[in-house]
């Protein structure tokens, strides 16, 4: 009897104290950022900078690439990574600029020329604030003279990604869209939970905690962060299904060691349907994708933005042309 007394007290400690790691654990994932350095990116003078209101009267800021030599063939709004700013578009977005599209990359708030929105610092996941950037970019292309009469499309990047991913799913005016490197809090916070919980506890009690046990403790933490950080996280979960008859294409590093590509394949997984397409890049890290395949990178962007246009998919249903074989026009 002794025997079976101090064993149900050494489990009752064992529970108590992964409990507590599991609340600590869920809090650090949601209070610190990891070390996603963005790339600096000096000024392009070939863009024209556009101030636009958000809904709340805030002031985001643009760069709009527009060519003016020629009829621009769509427009792409961009929405960059954490760090970055609306500079970074060309380091992903060259080949599309040079195969004919105009390009519009904002600034969420908080970066670059965007106005600072008091009391939010933003990190990796993302919130209705971004959301509302990208909706506020999106309404703003609609009533633009120029803007407004080219077809949309979107491409994030990294949690860009995710907020590219939710406007795109409520906005029907938007053809298509593309990330690389995007995710989802929920699928995130419950990976890394199980992961590094053995951080806290050893393997053998990390294994006897359930799922829903973890879920219960992730939406505790959740809740709990976003009333210090004065902001909502988005449920970017909840929008996959919507894109599900939307030409989406997700872009992963095979050696992104942040979201790894089991992200992007949930996600993809997720939407589901026939308009979605997954390329996992090898020998790529997070956000690396075209710095270690840049023609390939080129070709499929620009394939995938072109085959979307309106008219495009009218030849593919009129011909026999495989739209995949395009090549990127030189630059005037």
């Known amino acids: 009897m002794p025997i079976f007394s101090s064993a149900c007290a050494i489990a ?13 654990l869920a809090l650090r994932m949601f209070e610190y950022a990891p070390p996603l350095n ?19 009267s805030e002031t985001l800021a643009a760069a709009y690439f527009h060519h003016r030599d020629r009829e621009p063939v769509g427009l792409i709004l961009f929405c960059h990574e954490l760090g970055a700013d609306k500079w970074s578009a060309m380091s992903y977005c060259e080949g599309l600029w040079k195969a004919g599209f105009d390009i519009f990359a904002l600034d969420f708030r908080n970066h670059g020329e965007s106005d600072e929105f008091v009391g939010y610092e933003p990190i990796h996941w993302l919130t209705n604030y971004e959301v509302e950037d990208v909706r506020a970019a999106i309404d ?3 009533g633009h003279s120029v803007m407004g009469k080219l077809p949309l ?11 590219a991913l939710v406007a795109s799913a409520e906005r029907p005016a938007v053809l ?30 990390a294994r006897l905690v359930p799922a829903w046990h973890i879920d219960m403790t992730i939406a505790i933490a959740w809740r ?26 997700l872009i992963s590093g095979k050696r992104d060691t942040y979201v790894l590509p089991d992200i992007a394949m949930w996600i993809y997984d997720s939407i589901g349907g026939d308009e979605r397409t997954l390329w996992i890049v090898p020998q790529a890290k997070h956000n690396q994708a075209r710095s270690v395949a840049k023609e390939q ?36």
């Open 38 to 56: 963005a790339d600096e990116t000096a000024p392009d003078f070939r863009a024209e900078i556009i101030n636009f209101p958000t809904s709340n």
């Open 224 to 249: 709990i962060s976003q009333f210090k950080r004065m902001c909502r996280y988005v449920h970017v979960e909840h929008y996959l299904s919507k894109l599900r008859n939307r030409r989406t294409f």
């Open 176 to 205: 298509s869209v593309c990330t690389d490197g995007a995710y989802t809090t929920q699928s995130m916070t419950r990976l890394y939970a199980r992961r590094w919980l053995t951080l806290f506890v050893p393997a053998w009690t």
């Open 140 to 142: 703003f292309i609609a």
């Open 297 to 332: 990178y080129d070709e499929r962007l620009v394939s995938f933005f072109t085959v979307g246009l309106p008219a495009a998919q009218a030849l593919g249903r009129e011909s026999s042309i495989d739209l995949r074989t395009i090549r990127l026009r030189e630059s005037a």
């Open 153 to 163: 499309q979107v491409y994030g990047v990294s949690r860009g990604g995710g907020a």
């Open 12 to 24: 009752v400690v064992a529970l108590i104290a992964v409990h507590v790691a599991i609340v600590r």
